[in-house]
């Protein structure tokens, strides 16, 4: 009896792997991305600029990006150690003479770093060594994110000064030799798959570290190839690669076409920005709102603090109020959000930025239908606020009524009804001229903003 039983047991057991075994296949086999054009016209797109002169199958790709309008960057390694500007801080200039650079003349000189000064070389190229951030929990993190409504995740894997957050087989610069020696890109690519948001990375193609990087540029570039070829196999599906490179015009200096070649053969539907010598998939204004541009895909990569990297407590982090124009004149504008948190050297997050991300994700929860899934106009943003639409329903977001025109432009189209998603009512006067004139209480008009919902007779 007892040997019928263990041969029962090895049965079920074996039955289970292989159940195992062909559920893993099924999912590896969902998981690869069928190719909706070919690397030529994928890389034909990438030179062209305008949302209208790129292929339908190109169009077809950015349109979960598109919807999404709301991202989350992250902007972090070992400089949080000494509260500078990741990589701007390390002083080039310490060794008594200006590095060369191959790739495009010195880098510059007196570059603000946020604390005043800089940091030695060799400071700076050791501080890993201290690096043990036993707060971080991706998991934590990711949840974080998706709670404020946030729809992808880009962390940085790799800055200009070469150090690899991810456990690398090309350099011994990197994660798994600090003191903390876990995966920080691999947690954080396994939780945003799991709760699934879209996944990134940040990489760029510069390196202060690598010695051919300054004395041998293809011998460097077959590194980088390395490189992104790991985190784009290791850490997949990667839907967005965010390069940091664009001041350099020439593709022949990263060789761009075989970049991009290696990460269509990954994932041919992989999104791509503009800082790798052409025009790619998107813009990248930083610091900045990237105005009305219904032509081009574009995300403004904004900041808490001003400063891309952990500081200190003494930078204040910006207002709720402030946070949602962002939101609204980004989508207004027709383009996206990638708002950048701040780990500290701990692992932990500011306790005002957790702050303004549940802020931020409890407005979306009731109102994000006007921002989600929308596009920018048919009004342009102003000093009021921002409108967006879909379908026949047009949303103004309004931010000061002080400045609200006595004649708003023409919302696309004859109202039907309008009404006021934040609470109260409204009454809309549409002239001949498709011109129209808003009257609301004072006392319906909500903070930090007011939402309306015109019905338009017409889909737009």
Not at 72 to 82: L, V
Not at 125 to 143: C, H, M, Q
Not at 381 to 393: D, L, Q, S, V
Request: proline letters at 5%; hydrophobic letters at 35%.
């Amino acid at each position: 009896m007892r040997q019928i039983l263990k041969t029962a047991l090895i049965a079920i057991i074996g039955a289970g792997l292989v159940i195992s075994m062909v559920c893993a296949a099924e999912t590896a086999t969902k998981r690869k991305v069928r190719p909706t054009m070919t690397f030529e016209q994928f890389w034909a797109d990438a030179q062209k600029s305008a949302k209208t002169e790129k292929s339908p199958e190109s169009i077809q790709k950015m349109q979960w990006w598109r919807d999404a309008r709301l991202g989350m960057f992250i902007h972090w390694n070992m400089s949080s150690i000494i509260g500078g500007e990741i990589s701007w801080c390390q002083d080039f200039y310490s060794i008594g003479k200006q590095r060369p650079n191959t790739a495009g003349g010195a880098e510059p000189q007196g570059y603000w770093d946020g604390i005043g000064t800089k940091i030695p070389v060799a400071v700076y190229e050791n501080l890993y060594k201290s690096f043990y951030p036993a707060e971080f929990d991706a998991d934590k993190w990711v949840k974080m994110a998706k709670d404020a409504g946030i729809k992808y995740i880009i962390p940085v894997c790799k800055h200009h000064d070469g150090f690899a957050m991810w456990d690398t087989k090309t350099t011994e610069y990197n994660i798994m030799h600090t003191p903390f020696k876990r995966d920080i890109i691999g947690e954080l690519a396994k939780a945003t798959h799991k709760a699934g948001l879209k996944f990134g990375i940040y990489y760029s193609q510069r390196d202060w570290h690598h010695p051919d990087y300054q004395n041998n540029l293809p011998k460097y570039n077959e590194y980088m190839y390395r490189q992104v070829k790991e985190l784009l196999t290791k850490y997949g599906p990667v839907d967005i690669i965010f390069w940091d490179a664009g001041n350099y015009p020439d593709p022949k200096t990263w060789e761009s076409e075989k970049l991009f070649k290696m990460a269509y053969e990954i994932n041919p539907n992989i999104i791509i920005n503009d800082r790798c010598s052409c025009a790619a998939d998107y813009s990248t204004p930083e610091q900045e709102i990237g105005g009305f541009r219904a032509e081009r895909n574009w995300e403004s990569n904004m900041t808490f603090t001003g400063f891309f990297s952990w500081h200190s407590f003494d930078k204040p982090v910006i207002s709720f109020k402030e946070l949602m124009k962002r939101v609204i004149y980004c989508a207004g504008g027709d383009g996206n959000l990638l708002m950048n948190i701040d780990p500290l050297p701990t692992g932990g997050i500011h306790p005002d930025e957790v702050t303004r991300m549940t802020e931020m994700g409890d407005w979306m929860r009731k109102y994000g239908d006007s921002i989600y899934a929308t596009s920018g106009g048919p009004i342009h943003p102003g000093a009021w606020g921002a409108c967006t639409h879909k379908g026949n329903k047009v949303y103004l977001h309004v931010i000061d009524w002080t400045q609200i025109p006595e004649n708003m432009p023409s919302p696309g189209g004859r109202i039907a009804s309008g009404s006021v998603l934040t609470g109260g009512s409204i009454k809309t006067i549409q002239a001949q001229d498709s011109t129209f004139t808003i009257e609301m209480a004072k006392e319906d008009r909500a903070e930090p903003v007011t939402v309306i919902e015109l019905i338009l007779e017409k889909n737009m």
